[in-house]
């Protein structure tokens, strides 16, 4: 099985720590980032891994991986990022951020679907933001579901009839992969990269929830892989200390 992880950008929020190494390389519980996401991934076979490269590209580097070079990371986004992968973007496929830490849980409910294409969402997504003040609630990517399909997805849509948040982690299986591509192919077609694309970006500054959004509105279906837990997301200083305690305290429980 694939996966194709999306790393090339820095990780501002994260202010010192990534002086020195991209966002997915710091460290959290002892192991980076991304060795937490790499070992929820090969504990279910998941071990073809892409990884998409921008800042300080040499300093990521895992053993046996194939990399993609997004040299323009400075002034695009996570749509146009992992397009830099687009030769590999074959299914069955994983995509995820780099930034989210889970558990091998959370792969099998990605892998158990039985959609073409599943976001995997957080139903219990409420209490990842309760005392989370850098990244408000606001920020989150939420979904709202109608018979079993995904019909909004992203920041713009509010907490009221949401199912849960998209984590940052989706399948895709070969008639799916096949799907998106398309999707991104017919976007770049009609739009320069400064229009206007989704919920007010432009395709440059597109998220990959913006391509959901457009591919749902072109007739695909989307659907969900529900999770209650088991993930976080590591965007703040903030994040990455409560991350720490929570990891911690499951060291000493063990």
Same mark, same amino acid.
């Given at each position: ?28 519980? =002892? ?22 490269? #921008? ?61 073409? &294409? ?12 309760? #005392? ?28 009221? =009839?949401?199912? +849960?948040?998209? &984590? #940052? ?26 229009? &206007? ?18 591919? &749902?509105?072109? +007739?695909?279906?989307? +659907? ?31």
């Amino acid at each position: 099985m694939k996966a194709i992880i999306i790393a090339a950008g820095r990780g501002s929020r994260l202010e010192h720590h990534t002086d020195e190494r991209p966002k997915c390389m710091v460290r959290v519980g =002892g192991r980076s980032i991304l060795d937490h996401q790499l070992e929820a991934y090969r504990a279910h076979g998941v071990d073809d891994l892409h990884i998409i490269r #921008g800042y300080l590209a040499d300093r990521l580097v895992v053993e046996g991986a194939t990399y993609h070079a997004n040299p323009g990371w400075p002034d695009n986004n996570i749509l146009q990022s992992l397009f830099c992968a687009d030769e590999a973007l074959t299914g069955p496929m994983l995509v995820s951020y780099s930034d989210i830490v889970f558990t091998p849980e959370v792969v099998k409910a990605a892998l158990d679907t039985e959609h073409d &294409i599943a976001l995997v969402v957080d139903r219990h997504w409420h209490t990842s933001y309760e #005392g989370r003040t850098d990244h408000p609630v606001e920020q989150a990517e939420l979904t709202r579901v109608e018979k079993g399909h995904v019909q909004r997805v992203g920041k713009h849509v509010g907490p009221e =009839g949401a199912l +849960g948040e998209f &984590i #940052g982690l989706a399948y895709f299986s070969e008639r799916g992969a096949r799907a998106l591509r398309e999707a991104f192919a017919a976007a770049r077609d009609t739009y320069a990269p400064d229009d &206007i694309f989704q919920n007010g970006r432009t395709f440059q500054k597109a998220y990959l929830c913006d391509l959901f959004e457009f591919m &749902i509105q072109r +007739g695909t279906a989307i +659907g969900t892989a529900p999770i209650e837990g088991g993930w976080r997301e590591i965007d703040t200083v903030e994040d990455l200390h409560a991350v720490e305690v929570s990891l911690s305290g499951e060291a000493t429980s063990s």
